[in-house]
Every structure is written in C-alpha cells, then in structure tokens.
C-alpha cells in the first residue's frame, strides 16, 4: 500500500532556495512601499512646511480630496487653526529634520545598521501619522460644525470631486 500523505504534500523546498527568494521579495517589497510612502509624505510635508508667508505655514493647505469639497469658509478656518498652531509647526519641523538626519546617517553607516534605519524609519512614520491625525481632526470637527445642509454640500462636492479624480 502507497502511503497517501506523502503524494499530497508539495515538495519541501531546497534549503535556503525559495523560502529565502521570497522572504528577501517581500523584504525589498516592504522597502519599497516604506521608501514610496516616505517620498509622498515627504513631498506633501514639504510642501505644506515650506518657508514661506504665515511663520512658514502653508500658502495653500491641502486636506487631499477634502480641500477642494470645503467651502471658502471652511478652508480659510483651517488655515487660521493651522497659523495658530504655528510654534508646534515649527518644533515639528525641527524634529522632523532630526529623524530624517538620524535616517540617512543609517543609510550610510557600515557596516549596515539595520536596527538604527528601522527605529529612524519609525519615528518618521510615527510624527507623519500624528500629523495625519491631527488633519484627521481638524476636518472632522470642521464637519461636526456644519449644518446639515453645508454637510450635503461638501458631500456632493467631495462625490463630484472624487469622480473626476477616478477617470484618469
């Protein structure tokens, strides 16, 4: 009698072959999606911190899909918060500056210091999603404010908005 257990199985992969193909597929996988999410971010946060009017606050701050949906109002009350928040900004862009030095001097150590370029990248992604909660924030309490009727507003505009965005 055959033994059926083992004609089920695929086949054990060669030490060291496919287990570590992939491991290292993901591994540059993850990398790339860190390094694109940080270029993104970095451009977003560029833009948004950049010197300029306003204590180096945005001329023109973006909320993504959101900003073009927000009345002239509702914008102009976000950027007043924001000009508010100006000194945070400010620490923020100090330390934000801080991480990405500690970053790129883990890039550039050898030998390599995996441990140092994952606790960089963490902070980064750390302070990139505090901001992204403070957006989050700000735009919701921008639409707990509106009436019903502003809120159908922005939802038809934010809808047409999407739409366009969604034939390119």
Known sequence: MTDQTNQTLPPAPAAGTSRSAASRRLK??????????????????????????????????????FSNALNEADRRALRSELIGRAGEFRASREATRAEFAAFLAALRTEPFDLAAMKA??????????????????????????MSPAERLAF??????????????
């Open 28 to 65: 540059i996988a993850l990398v790339a999606s860190v390094a694109l999410n940080l270029a993104v971010a970095g451009l977003v946060l560029g833009a948004w911190l950049g010197n300029g009017p306003h204590m180096g606050m945005p001329r023109d701050m973006s909320f993504g899909p």
């Open 120 to 145: 960089a990248l963490a902070a980064i992604e750390t302070r990139n999603a505090e901001r992204l909660k403070l957006g989050r924030s700000m735009i919701e309490t921008r639409l707990i404010e």
């Open 155 to 168: 939802a038809e505009r934010l809808e047409r908005g999407l739409r366009r965005e969604g034939k390119d």
